[in-house]
């Protein structure tokens, strides 16, 4: 499965109020999908002994805390910005996708000791066919709520929400590696086909818990946005004909929020009201294609002063781009 780590863009083409509805239902959405797998997997893994069974339910039993942790993060991320918090809570999700990361795993280690164990003292597998339909019923709810969590992720760039379809996503490889050990164990008779299977699942499980972490610390690192949104900006700010250029173009986010800051090098001689109605111009044509970045524009005259190469804008647009 390819890493999610970045996203393409950050540019959204929802409304935040569309958004925080679209984020909420997919929270409650999974804790659903949640609970009705868990019931229906518990009762398998009793009735056939699968080693590879109680791999995917102990996989669904922390889906279903790790999703309640989502929701709860999802609505403590959209709660407004407060005197305590000026920036908002949007970080909320990045701690909720650490948190997913952990239980997902331990879950990843917990398989992989149980799987040794019954590797060195192998044991049937019975009722194979009940197991497998179990899986196959499993799957359909796993491939819908995944199809709609990652529309919901699309549109909005919810990193709790991509989280949560990461570890939904990577249950589909592990309900056919399921119904893998199931047919071999149940129709060829080996039995250490299971724990060997259940293995390597627990490795899978542990590349999609790694897959989370990266992706939560970026955000809590303070990234930089993709080059494609930093050069849209500087292109968006460059298009405006009383602009001489920007410079100190510094991005990152928080849940859905992103922020933008950068100097706007403008004409020195410029009345100051009249400075001020350019950068409101540049702020107003950033936020149409950014509309959850709050963006803070601070004026210098131009030429002022001397730009360090890291801070000069990297769009071949700018006069003197440190990549013309």
Do not use: C
Request: net charge neutral; hydrophobic share 50%; no cysteine.
């Amino acid at each position: 499965m390819k890493s999610n780590t970045a996203p393409k863009s950050f540019r959204r083409h929802v409304t935040p109020q569309r958004a925080a509805t679209l984020m909420k239902r997919a929270t409650y959405a999974s804790v659903s999908v949640a609970i009705v797998l868990i019931s229906m997997k518990a009762w398998a893994v009793w009735a056939t002994g699968s080693m590879s069974l109680l791999a995917t339910f102990l996989d669904s039993l922390l889906d279903g805390a790790a999703s309640l942790l989502n929701l709860i993060a999802v609505r403590v991320a959209l709660t407004p910005a407060d005197n305590h918090h000026r920036f908002g809570h949007g970080k909320a999700e990045a701690l909720a996708g650490l948190g997913q990361a952990a239980l997902i795993g331990a879950s990843a280690l917990f398989l992989a000791v149980e799987s040794v164990g019954r590797l060195l003292d192998p044991m049937p597998v019975e009722r194979t066919g009940a197991g497998i339909s179990i899986i196959i019923v499993s799957l359909g709810f796993t491939l819908v709520l995944v199809s709609y969590q990652r529309h919901v992720q699309r549109l909005t760039g919810s990193l709790a929400i991509a989280a949560d379809s990461l570890h939904y996503a990577s249950d589909v490889v592990l309900n056919l590696g399921v119904i893998a050990a199931l047919v071999i164990a149940g129709v060829f008779g080996l039995n250490r086909a299971d724990p060997i299977i259940a293995l390597a699942l627990a490795g899978w499980i542990g590349y999609a818990a790694w897959q989370i972490v990266s992706r939560s610390t970026s955000q809590l690192m303070d990234r930089e946005l993709p080059r494609e949104d930093r050069l849209r900006i500087e292109e968006i700010a460059l298009s405006n004909p009383k602009v001489h250029t920007i410079h100190d173009l510094r991005t990152r986010t928080a849940g859905r929020t992103v922020f933008i800051q950068f100097h706007l090098e403008i004409p020195g001689d410029m009345p100051l009201r009249r400075a001020h109605a350019v950068a409101d111009e540049v702020e107003n044509a950033i936020a149409a294609e950014f509309p959850d970045a709050e963006i803070l524009i601070h004026q210098d005259p131009a030429g002022h002063e001397d730009v360090p190469e890291i801070m000069q804008p990297e769009s071949p647009l700018a006069p003197g781009a440190a990549n013309a």
